[in-house]
């Protein structure tokens, strides 16, 4: 009788897999990067109330 090399309960060794990598998905560029919009709009935030302070002291 040949010797086994793996025990039952263990799966033999293969040659190769037929299994795919799965594909990763592309860079969704600015949309990706969600902590860009609370920045913007803080700035815009900051921007109208420079605009309405100019107008206070008559810059």
């Known amino acids: 009788m040949p010797k086994k090399e793996n025990p039952p ?3 033999p060794p293969v040659e ?3 299994a ?9 560029g600015i949309w990706d990067h969600v902590g860009i919009w609370p920045v913007l709009i803080f700035l815009g935030a ?9 107008r206070i002291f008559a810059w």
């Open 9 to 11: 309960e263990e799966t």
């Open 16 to 18: 190769g897999s037929i």
């Open 20 to 28: 795919e990598a799965h594909e990763e998905k592309p860079d969704g």
């Open 46 to 54: 900051c921007l109208v109330a420079l605009f309405f302070l100019a």
